[in-house]
């Protein structure tokens, strides 16, 4: 459970939104957090054995795929990724990679809506975020 503690304030402080429900959801079904940088993609992030596993996602929106797309939303998570990992190690939690594919080696899974409702539902306010809410109310 530390281990998803510290990778659901990781991703929540690199924009991800991760609902209080990260950490028991991981575990049983996993869970899809949209991608920062892409209305298109998300994350899968399950648990198998003690391990994490991630992956980018393409929405099934009807449309064709589009590989230069896909390969930019694994491009930006991969970058995510490692400071997601540095963040992580700042925690004591330090992820040894059992396997990495290189953006566009594999293509990328597409899942319909219905699998967006895995996600968490409810962000998770932090503290400091909070306050800076409340200072912007009138």
Same mark, same amino acid.
């Given at each position: 459970?530390?281990?998803?503690?510290?990778?659901?304030?990781?991703?929540?402080?690199?924009?991800?939104?991760?609902?209080?429900?990260?950490?028991?959801?991981?575990?049983?079904?996993?869970?899809?957090?949209?991608?920062?940088?892409?209305?298109?993609?998300?994350?899968?992030?399950?648990?198998?054995?003690?391990?994490?596993?991630?992956?980018?996602?393409?929405?099934?929106?009807?449309?064709?795929?589009?590989?230069?797309?896909?390969?930019?939303?694994?491009?930006?998570?991969?970058?995510?990724?490692?400071?997601?990992?540095?963040?992580?190690?700042?925690?004591?939690?330090?992820?040894?990679?059992?396997?990495?594919?290189?953006?566009?080696?594999? $293509? %990328?899974?597409?899942?319909?809506? +219905?699998? /967006?409702? &895995? *996600?968490?539902?409810? $962000? %998770?306010?932090?503290?400091?975020? +909070?306050? /800076?809410? &409340? *200072?912007?109310?009138?």
């Amino acid at each position: 459970e530390f281990v998803l503690a510290a990778a659901a304030k990781a991703l929540g402080d690199l924009g991800y939104t991760v609902g209080d429900d990260f950490r028991t959801a991981v575990p049983g079904a996993g869970v899809v957090l949209d991608l920062p940088h892409s209305g298109q993609h998300g994350v899968r992030i399950r648990e198998h054995n003690q391990r994490l596993q991630l992956n980018v996602v393409r929405f099934d929106t009807g449309d064709p795929r589009d590989r230069r797309s896909d390969h930019d939303a694994e491009d930006a998570f991969c970058h995510d990724f490692n400071r997601m990992k540095e963040r992580m190690h700042q925690e004591g939690v330090d992820l040894t990679m059992l396997r990495a594919d290189s953006p566009g080696q594999t $293509p %990328v899974q597409v899942i319909t809506d +219905a699998s /967006r409702s &895995r *996600r968490p539902s409810r $962000p %998770v306010v932090r503290p400091a975020q +909070a306050q /800076r809410e &409340r *200072r912007h109310q009138p």
